[in-house]
């Protein structure tokens, strides 16, 4: 089974449980601690040994998360470690968190832009990603240059790349096509995927 299906798996019982018991957000803070605890190279590393008894490795989460995080997300951890399965946990928080988004109907918006984005930007941009996916919008603001300008936003899996950069590449398409096909080259482009990185 691929990670990211074990990582959901987890995080959907994880989930299911948080909803019974009403603490979605101590599973959140405690995922989180979880994440980074085995997002730690030398830590990972050791917990991935098979030659060390699994004890030891208990001994190790034990100090380092029993006294930060609830019972429950304490068992989740050891349970992932003797499975074997360390380097899934920063995958089941990510899974989590989205699932919370979905609770909420909340998402997260990484966007991107040549410069900074100005306060009355950052809103502008809330708002229109807000009016298109009716969710509650989150942003999280990155720079790159070579962009050149516009923005790029991924949401999920959906990317919408209004970038000049993307633009070009468009303008460029066409030329090579003979102008066939076109979609306008001063229009959004818009582009659903699985994940893709914005397109360079």
């Given at each position: 089974m691929l990670k990211g299906a074990v990582a959901r798996r987890y995080a959907e019982a994880v989930f299911d449980l948080g909803v019974q018991q009403g603490t979605l957000d101590r599973w959140q803070s405690d995922l989180h601690l979880i994440a980074e605890a085995f997002s730690n190279r030398k830590l990972s590393f050791i917990l991935r040994q098979p030659r060390i008894?699994?004890?030891?490795?208990?001994?190790?989460?034990?100090?380092?998360?029993?006294?930060?995080?609830?019972?429950?997300?304490?068992?989740?951890?050891?349970?992932?470690v003797e499975r074997e399965l360390v380097e899934v946990g920063p995958k089941v928080a990510e899974a989590f968190n989205q699932k919370l988004n979905d609770y909420h109907n909340q998402a997260t918006a990484i966007v991107t832009s040549a410069?900074?984005?100005?306060?009355?930007?950052?809103?502008?941009?809330?708002?229109?990603?807000?009016?298109?996916?009716?969710?509650?919008?989150?942003?999280?603001?990155?720079?790159?240059?070579?962009?050149?300008?516009?923005?790029?936003?991924?949401?999920?899996?959906?990317l919408i790349d209004g970038s000049v950069?993307?633009?070009?590449?468009?303008?460029?398409?066409?030329?090579?096509?003979?102008?066939?096909?076109?979609?306008?080259?001063?229009?959004?482009?818009a582009a659903a995927s699985n994940g893709n990185q914005p397109q360079r």
């Open positions: 008894p699994f004890a030891r490795k208990e001994a190790v989460v034990r100090d380092l998360l029993e006294k930060q995080v609830t019972h429950e997300a304490l068992g989740l951890a050891l349970l992932l410069v900074p984005l100005a306060a009355p930007q950052q809103a502008e941009v809330t708002a229109y990603l807000e009016s298109l996916t009716g969710k509650h919008i989150t942003l999280e603001t990155r720079v790159d240059p070579q962009i050149l300008g516009g923005i790029i936003a991924q949401i999920g899996d959906t950069r993307r633009r070009l590449q468009l303008l460029r398409d066409q030329i090579i096509r003979g102008g066939s096909g076109g979609t306008d080259d001063g229009a959004v482009a």
